[in-house]
């Protein structure tokens, strides 16, 4: 009796092992869908991510090039004399600009200055810039102007009727810096012009070098 009652046991053992087994392949493989699912969706929304911020910078690198496309075809000019120093110095200290500008006067008297531009395009791809002053002088310092400009290495002199041009830089790709003397009206023109053609810029015809 004992024997039948253990091996009822065993059998009892066995298929409750069973049953148990059976429950947890059940519920692992039910977990195992639902992890599969999770990562299904998981995966749909980084790939979808992914698409997104390629998106986004593919269109801001096409809103700079746009920008940038855009930038160099707008000229920006300041005829502010008050800043004529301070243009100048940062002419002189910018490396995309290929002369230090020695022609220009460091120092000005304001009341004697007729025309003053500073000009720049100053894009990614084309650093153009002008720097342009006029001014009148009496005949002392008129010849002052003439002995100190004198002093630099002229590459050039042209006579245009009463024009005395002195040219300190012609590199023949597009940069020119000269000083034109007006011997009549005592007046010093002096021009730095790189890469913008002269079309582009306001200036009375005769002091055009080409």
Known sequence: MKIIIMIL????????GGIGISIYNFVKKNEDKKMEDIK?????KINILQVMTIITIVL???TVI???????????????IDKYEKYLSIYIEDTDVHSNLEIFPKKIDKEKVL????LNRGGLFDGSYCFYLKNQYDEEEFNNERNRINKLEIK?????????ILVTKSDGMGTYEYVIFDMENKQ???IFNQLFSFNEININQNYVLE
């Open 9 to 16: 046991d065993v059998i009892v053992i066995l298929i409750t």
């Open 40 to 44: 299904s969706k998981l995966m749909r």
């Open 60 to 62: 801001s690198i096409a």
């Open 66 to 80: 746009v920008n940038i496309m855009d930038g160099e075809k707008k000229i920006r000019e300041n005829t502010d």
């Open 115 to 118: 025309e003053f531009a500073e």
């Open 156 to 164: 050039d002199t042209v006579i245009r009727e009463n024009l005395e």
């Open 188 to 190: 010093v023109v002096y």
